[in-house]
């Protein structure tokens, strides 16, 4: 099963490729570094709700369904950190 960064990271590189937008021009849009793109691109990071809100809007994504899929996704993961946490 993919972890939420895995989900969000490729979503949103996706998305930034199809409207031909470089990591760059992104993280300027959304007024962060370029190296925090590159590390939610690189599912590294999982960015906030509100920054979630953001890439969706400059994204032209639905938003709903953007956060939706993160949520059902981000509920999984920290579901499996605690049946693997107590079940040891």
Request: hydrophobic fraction near 40%.
């Amino acid at each position: 099963m993919k972890e939420v960064k895995e989900i969000m990271g490729g979503i949103i590189k996706k998305s930034r490729l199809k409207k031909m937008l470089t990591c760059f021009e992104l993280a300027e849009k959304l007024r962060v570094s370029v190296t925090y793109i590159n590390r939610i691109e690189n599912n590294r990071e999982v960015p906030s709700l509100r920054l979630t809100c953001l890439i969706a809007k400059v994204l032209d994504l639905n938003e709903e369904e953007f956060i939706t899929v993160v949520r059902r996704s981000k509920m999984r993961f920290y579901r499996n950190m605690v049946n693997k946490r107590y079940t040891k």
